[in-house]
Protein backbone atom coordinates (compact mmCIF):
# COMPACT_ATOMS: atom_id res chain seq x y z
CA UNK A 1 0.00 0.00 0.00
CA UNK A 2 2.60 2.38 0.43
CA UNK A 3 3.65 2.42 -2.66
CA UNK A 4 0.48 2.48 -4.00
CA UNK A 5 0.68 6.11 -2.18
CA UNK A 6 3.55 6.76 -3.40
CA UNK A 7 2.25 7.16 -7.44
CA UNK A 8 -0.37 8.74 -6.08
CA UNK A 9 0.97 11.36 -4.65
CA UNK A 10 3.45 11.50 -7.41
CA UNK A 11 0.65 11.96 -9.87
CA UNK A 12 -1.40 14.28 -7.76
CA UNK A 13 1.88 16.37 -7.66
CA UNK A 14 2.48 16.93 -11.42
CA UNK A 15 -1.55 17.28 -12.01
CA UNK A 16 -1.50 20.74 -9.44
CA UNK A 17 2.05 21.10 -10.96
CA UNK A 18 0.56 21.64 -14.09
CA UNK A 19 -2.58 23.45 -13.18
CA UNK A 20 -0.30 26.05 -11.68
CA UNK A 21 1.58 26.45 -14.56
CA UNK A 22 -0.86 25.92 -17.14
CA UNK A 23 -2.94 28.64 -15.52
CA UNK A 24 0.34 31.22 -15.29
CA UNK A 25 2.63 30.65 -18.14
CA UNK A 26 -0.31 28.87 -20.43
CA UNK A 27 0.41 25.58 -21.83
CA UNK A 28 2.74 26.29 -25.05
CA UNK A 29 5.01 28.11 -22.50
CA UNK A 30 5.51 25.33 -19.80
CA UNK A 31 7.86 22.89 -20.36
CA UNK A 32 8.68 19.36 -19.47
CA UNK A 33 11.52 20.82 -17.52
CA UNK A 34 9.26 23.25 -15.64
CA UNK A 35 6.88 20.69 -14.70
CA UNK A 36 9.75 18.34 -13.64
CA UNK A 37 11.44 20.93 -11.87
CA UNK A 38 8.27 22.18 -10.09
CA UNK A 39 6.99 18.63 -9.23
CA UNK A 40 10.18 16.91 -8.42
CA UNK A 41 9.74 14.67 -10.69
CA UNK A 42 11.20 13.41 -14.07
CA UNK A 43 9.79 12.80 -17.56
CA UNK A 44 9.78 9.32 -17.27
CA UNK A 45 6.67 9.37 -14.70
CA UNK A 46 4.82 11.97 -16.42
CA UNK A 47 5.13 9.50 -19.55
CA UNK A 48 4.22 7.32 -17.08
CA UNK A 49 1.09 8.39 -16.02
CA UNK A 50 -0.12 10.60 -18.82
CA UNK A 51 1.74 10.04 -22.37
CA UNK A 52 1.88 13.30 -23.32
CA UNK A 53 1.60 17.03 -21.71
CA UNK A 54 -1.54 17.24 -23.83
CA UNK A 55 -3.18 14.65 -21.83
CA UNK A 56 -2.57 16.73 -18.91
CA UNK A 57 -3.95 19.38 -19.93
CA UNK A 58 -7.27 17.39 -21.17
CA UNK A 59 -7.68 16.09 -17.87
CA UNK A 60 -7.28 19.82 -15.58
CA UNK A 61 -9.81 21.21 -18.06
CA UNK A 62 -12.08 18.17 -17.97
CA UNK A 63 -12.18 18.01 -14.21
CA UNK A 64 -12.39 21.52 -14.17
CA UNK A 65 -15.58 21.38 -16.24
CA UNK A 66 -17.02 18.98 -14.58
CA UNK A 67 -16.83 21.02 -11.01
CA UNK A 68 -18.44 23.48 -12.87
CA UNK A 69 -21.17 21.43 -13.62
CA UNK A 70 -21.66 19.72 -10.22
CA UNK A 71 -21.53 23.16 -8.33
CA UNK A 72 -24.11 24.43 -10.96
CA UNK A 73 -26.53 21.18 -9.93
CA UNK A 74 -25.93 22.10 -6.48
CA UNK A 75 -27.09 25.41 -7.14
CA UNK A 76 -30.05 24.44 -8.73
CA UNK A 77 -31.60 21.79 -6.45
CA UNK A 78 -30.66 24.10 -3.38
CA UNK A 79 -32.01 27.39 -4.40
CA UNK A 80 -35.18 25.60 -7.05
CA UNK A 81 -35.60 21.89 -5.00
CA UNK A 82 -34.94 20.56 -8.29
CA UNK A 83 -32.40 20.29 -11.26
CA UNK A 84 -33.38 20.75 -15.13
CA UNK A 85 -30.66 19.52 -17.64
CA UNK A 86 -31.32 22.25 -20.08
CA UNK A 87 -30.93 25.25 -17.63
CA UNK A 88 -28.04 23.56 -15.70
CA UNK A 89 -26.43 23.22 -19.02
CA UNK A 90 -27.33 26.29 -20.20
CA UNK A 91 -25.88 28.09 -16.85
CA UNK A 92 -23.13 26.09 -17.21
CA UNK A 93 -21.82 26.80 -20.68
CA UNK A 94 -22.67 30.98 -19.56
CA UNK A 95 -20.29 30.66 -16.47
CA UNK A 96 -17.94 29.80 -18.31
CA UNK A 97 -18.13 32.25 -20.87
CA UNK A 98 -18.45 34.73 -18.04
CA UNK A 99 -14.98 33.24 -16.82
CA UNK A 100 -13.64 33.79 -20.10
CA UNK A 101 -14.48 36.86 -20.12
CA UNK A 102 -12.68 37.83 -16.49
CA UNK A 103 -9.64 36.16 -16.78
CA UNK A 104 -7.19 36.65 -18.69
CA UNK A 105 -5.24 33.13 -17.73
CA UNK A 106 -8.12 31.01 -18.22
CA UNK A 107 -8.95 33.06 -21.62
CA UNK A 108 -4.71 32.43 -22.41
CA UNK A 109 -4.51 29.01 -21.89
CA UNK A 110 -8.47 28.22 -23.54
CA UNK A 111 -7.27 29.52 -26.61
CA UNK A 112 -3.86 27.87 -26.42
CA UNK A 113 -5.49 24.00 -26.32
CA UNK A 114 -7.95 25.17 -28.73
CA UNK A 115 -5.93 25.90 -30.97
CA UNK A 116 -3.25 22.43 -30.74
CA UNK A 117 -6.84 20.47 -31.10
CA UNK A 118 -7.01 19.28 -27.68
CA UNK A 119 -10.83 17.67 -26.83
CA UNK A 120 -12.60 16.76 -23.57
CA UNK A 121 -13.17 13.42 -23.70
CA UNK A 122 -15.00 12.58 -26.82
CA UNK A 123 -17.30 9.32 -24.57
CA UNK A 124 -18.23 11.85 -21.76
CA UNK A 125 -19.41 14.44 -24.28
CA UNK A 126 -21.45 12.06 -26.21
CA UNK A 127 -22.81 10.51 -22.81
CA UNK A 128 -24.13 14.41 -22.23
CA UNK A 129 -26.01 14.95 -25.41
CA UNK A 130 -27.19 10.81 -25.04
CA UNK A 131 -28.44 12.52 -21.76
CA UNK A 132 -30.47 15.13 -23.29
CA UNK A 133 -31.85 12.73 -25.57
CA UNK A 134 -32.96 10.14 -22.99
CA UNK A 135 -34.14 12.57 -20.57
CA UNK A 136 -36.39 14.87 -23.22
CA UNK A 137 -36.92 11.74 -25.14
CA UNK A 138 -35.88 13.55 -28.53
CA UNK A 139 -36.18 10.78 -31.39
CA UNK A 140 -32.26 10.22 -32.44
CA UNK A 141 -29.88 7.58 -33.68
CA UNK A 142 -26.39 7.53 -32.09
CA UNK A 143 -25.54 8.38 -35.13
CA UNK A 144 -27.33 11.55 -34.87
CA UNK A 145 -26.22 11.61 -31.07
CA UNK A 146 -22.62 12.09 -32.40
CA UNK A 147 -23.26 14.24 -35.44
CA UNK A 148 -24.69 16.79 -32.68
CA UNK A 149 -21.81 15.95 -30.44
CA UNK A 150 -19.57 17.19 -33.04
CA UNK A 151 -21.29 20.15 -34.61
CA UNK A 152 -22.20 21.84 -31.53
CA UNK A 153 -17.99 21.34 -29.98
CA UNK A 154 -16.59 22.13 -33.06
CA UNK A 155 -19.10 25.12 -33.77
CA UNK A 156 -18.13 26.34 -29.45
CA UNK A 157 -14.39 25.90 -30.03
CA UNK A 158 -14.63 27.84 -33.37
CA UNK A 159 -16.71 30.84 -32.22
CA UNK A 160 -15.25 31.28 -29.00
CA UNK A 161 -12.08 31.46 -30.71
CA UNK A 162 -12.68 34.01 -32.85
CA UNK A 163 -14.16 35.77 -30.12
CA UNK A 164 -10.71 35.86 -28.03
CA UNK A 165 -9.40 37.15 -31.19
CA UNK A 166 -11.88 40.01 -31.45
CA UNK A 167 -13.64 38.72 -35.02
CA UNK A 168 -17.08 39.51 -34.24
CA UNK A 169 -18.67 43.20 -34.07
CA UNK A 170 -21.57 42.00 -31.93
CA UNK A 171 -21.96 41.86 -28.19
CA UNK A 172 -20.88 38.74 -26.09
CA UNK A 173 -24.83 38.00 -25.24
CA UNK A 174 -25.70 38.03 -28.68
CA UNK A 175 -22.79 35.41 -29.46
CA UNK A 176 -23.92 33.42 -26.12
CA UNK A 177 -27.45 33.21 -27.09
CA UNK A 178 -26.49 31.79 -31.06
CA UNK A 179 -24.60 28.96 -29.56
CA UNK A 180 -27.29 27.94 -26.98
CA UNK A 181 -30.36 28.29 -29.80
CA UNK A 182 -27.95 26.46 -32.24
CA UNK A 183 -27.21 23.50 -29.80
CA UNK A 184 -31.07 23.48 -28.85
CA UNK A 185 -31.75 23.82 -32.95
CA UNK A 186 -29.78 20.67 -33.39
CA UNK A 187 -31.49 18.77 -30.74
CA UNK A 188 -35.38 19.70 -32.17
CA UNK A 189 -35.56 21.98 -29.10
CA UNK A 190 -38.87 24.32 -30.04
CA UNK A 191 -37.87 28.33 -30.06
CA UNK A 192 -40.52 29.27 -27.27
CA UNK A 193 -38.38 26.23 -25.43
CA UNK A 194 -35.20 27.89 -26.15
CA UNK A 195 -36.63 31.48 -25.32
CA UNK A 196 -37.57 29.97 -21.81
CA UNK A 197 -34.58 28.81 -21.09
CA UNK A 198 -32.41 32.00 -22.27
CA UNK A 199 -34.84 34.00 -20.06
CA UNK A 200 -34.84 32.02 -17.12
CA UNK A 201 -31.45 31.44 -16.56
CA UNK A 202 -30.49 35.02 -17.74
CA UNK A 203 -31.72 35.84 -13.82
CA UNK A 204 -30.27 32.93 -12.20
CA UNK A 205 -27.47 33.44 -13.79
CA UNK A 206 -27.68 37.12 -11.90
CA UNK A 207 -27.82 35.60 -9.37
CA UNK A 208 -24.71 33.54 -8.80
CA UNK A 209 -21.82 34.66 -7.38
CA UNK A 210 -18.40 32.78 -8.28
CA UNK A 211 -14.93 32.71 -9.03
CA UNK A 212 -11.41 30.92 -9.72
CA UNK A 213 -9.14 29.92 -6.87
CA UNK A 214 -5.93 28.21 -6.63
CA UNK A 215 -5.37 27.48 -10.29
CA UNK A 216 -8.77 25.79 -11.51
CA UNK A 217 -10.33 25.46 -8.61
CA UNK A 218 -14.25 27.01 -9.13
CA UNK A 219 -16.22 27.86 -6.36
CA UNK A 220 -20.02 28.72 -6.92
CA UNK A 221 -21.70 30.40 -3.18
CA UNK A 222 -24.95 28.73 -2.08
Known sequence: MASYKTSKD???RIIETCKELFYLQGY????????CKKASSNPGLINYYFKTKQNIAAYIY???M????VSVREYLT???GEYDLQYGTTLEIRIFSELLRQDEYLRTLYYEICNIGL??????IYNFYKLHIDTYNLPFSE???KLIQATVVGAGIGITKKMIEGYFNCDEETIFNFKIKTMYKLMNV???RVNEILNETAKIFDQMKFKIEDYFIFTLEM
Open 10 to 12: SKN
Open 28 to 35: TKTTYIDI
Open 190 to 192: SDE
Open 119 to 124: EYDSEV
Open 62 to 64: GEF
Open 66 to 69: SSIK
Open 78 to 80: HHY
Open 143 to 145: DEI
